[in-house]
């Protein structure tokens, strides 16, 4: 570990952060690459030109020290900021949009940040990349999977992490949420049971509205627990 000597005296520069940072956003978040790439792009954009707040993926891919408080955290520093940024975009803390030629740019969810955005979304404002292709996330956009596992059963382990990603492939997004809510109804924080759901409703069919399968009752915590030992 390397050691902080601690800050200098004298006048230094800042980078604030809304008080809502401190108490809505850092107690939920509990992957370390969402929470370095979060705060590396307040950073920078506190510190561009008021006509440029947005940050560009090929800005931070160029960014070395960004990259190198990211590695060991995935199989790449690139790998890395890339799921840190997806990650925060899915919480809702930054906006992504899209230019046709390729370039992806990242805002803050802040009055500031959505004012931008919907200036380039009415062709009010053009950004260096060119037309954007459409909004990628937006303020309420539903949570991935990623979002849902950690709001509804915990701390996220990358041996799960693959797992969730063909999940999230291979069924619906309503389903994958129904499942999510029945495992909470009964009790069973648990993805090999969020799993079989899927599982079952891809075999057998799933009942709309229902959110069960037909003549199915899921298990509760308790029978769950007996299944499995048998």
Known sequence: MKEFSGFPGGKLAYTPLPDLFFSELLPVINDLAELKVTLHVFWRLHHKKSSEQYVTLQELLGDGAMLRGLQGLDPTPEAALRQGLERAV???????????GGEHYYFANSARGRGTVEKVLLGELQLGGGEVLAEQAEPGKRPNIFVLYEQNIGLLQPIIADELKDAERNYPQDWIEDAFRIAVENNVRNWKYIRRILERWAAEGKDEGTGRTRGKTWYTEEEYRKFIKR
């Open 90 to 100: 899915a919480r809702g803390t930054l906006l992504h949009l899209k230019s046709k």
